[in-house]
């Protein structure tokens, strides 16, 4: 299995492994998001100000309003993020190239 490949297994089975926590067993509670996050992605939500991030999130990416995330809304959430963390990446990079 390529590198992608295993970053794309990882991302499935991060997504059910809390996604099983709850009752539907292929969505994501704001509970069980919650506790992704907080597990996950511990540095992005101490970054976060608003104590209502996970709420923020789920209000933006529910797409059917049924107050939960199935994996086709959560990836936008991942891949937002990884946008962010490129670019932030690159910049980090083109100032030690400058240097």
Same mark, same amino acid.
């Given at each position: 299995?390529?590198?992608? @490949?295993?970053?794309? @297994?990882?991302?499935?089975?991060?997504?059910?492994?809390? %996604?099983? $926590?709850?009752?539907?067993?292929?969505?994501?509670?704001?509970?069980? &998001?919650?506790?992704?996050?907080?597990?996950?992605?511990?540095?992005?939500?101490?970054? *976060?100000?608003?104590? #209502?991030?996970? $709420?923020?999130?789920?209000?933006?990416? #529910? *797409?059917?309003? #049924?107050?939960? &995330?199935?994996?086709? @809304?959560?990836?936008?959430?991942?891949?937002?993020?990884?946008? %962010?963390? @490129?670019?932030?990446? %690159? &910049?980090?990079?083109?100032?030690?190239?400058?240097?």
């Amino acid at each position: 299995m390529t590198e992608l @490949e295993k970053s794309m @297994e990882s991302l499935i089975t991060v997504f059910h492994r809390y %996604a099983k $926590e709850g009752g539907n067993k292929t969505t994501l509670s704001k509970k069980e &998001l919650k506790k992704l996050i907080e597990t996950e992605l511990p540095n992005f939500l101490k970054t *976060q100000k608003n104590p #209502d991030t996970v $709420e923020l999130i789920i209000k933006d990416l #529910d *797409q059917n309003k #049924d107050d939960e &995330l199935d994996f086709e @809304e959560f990836v936008p959430f991942v891949a937002g993020l990884t946008i %962010a963390c @490129e670019k932030h990446y %690159a &910049l980090h990079h083109d100032k030690k190239g400058k240097k």
